[in-house]
């Protein structure tokens, strides 16, 4: 979608019960809601499985949405609620499983040694969030690397944005004192 007023379109067409205009919508986000739930989950499949799900319920939640909040917001929340769901019943199981090739994040440069390096940092950065508790993941994965603002990452996971500042302050601050303790033990 090139702009927020065509995807307004493009989302009442499909709260009308358009499902070429939904899957316009499913094309659209598809990308950032795998990487949220990849993140989230530390899962691939499980990532795929849970953004399926994320779009079926965002079907059949659709002719309720009122466009208060960006469609990508709502989406977000639906997606966070079901990973939530995901988490919840694999905590029942005692099985968690994390999959170390979950998204690759590297904007590799033409400097071999730097591309290594930057992927090694990648790789320890992916394996540090998945460690966090997954609130405090949540919070940090929409913010900083999906890139919502304080308020919209506050309304997709229900929260004030002071209570989501303080998650992601906890989030970021576990990881700083993580790598600073890898450092040292280097």
Not at 5 to 16: L, S
Not at 133 to 152: I, K, Q
């Amino acid at each position: 979608m090139s702009g927020e007023p065509e995807e307004r379109a493009v989302v009442a067409r499909a709260r009308d019960g358009d499902a070429d205009a939904f899957d316009a919508l499913v094309r659209a986000h598809s990308g950032r809601v795998y990487r949220l739930l990849a993140r989230m989950l530390g899962d691939a499949a499980a990532a795929e499985d849970v953004a399926q799900e994320t779009f079926v319920r965002a079907w059949r939640a659709l002719p309720g949405f009122r466009g208060e909040a960006l469609f990508a917001t709502w989406l977000f929340r639906i997606a966070t609620n079901e990973a939530n769901r995901f988490l919840a019943r694999e905590a029942r199981r005692h099985e968690l499983p994390f999959d170390d090739a979950v998204v690759e994040v590297v904007d590799l440069s033409a400097d071999p040694a730097g591309e290594a390096e930057q992927a090694e940092l990648a790789a320890r950065l992916e394996q540090l969030l998945a460690e966090l508790p997954a609130r405090y993941r949540v919070a940090v994965v929409l913010r900083d690397v999906e890139g919502l603002t304080n308020e919209e990452a506050a309304g997709v996971l229900g929260l004030n944005v002071r209570n989501f500042k303080s998650r992601l302050h906890r989030g970021r601050m576990a990881i700083r004192q993580r790598l600073e303790q890898l450092q040292e033990d280097a």
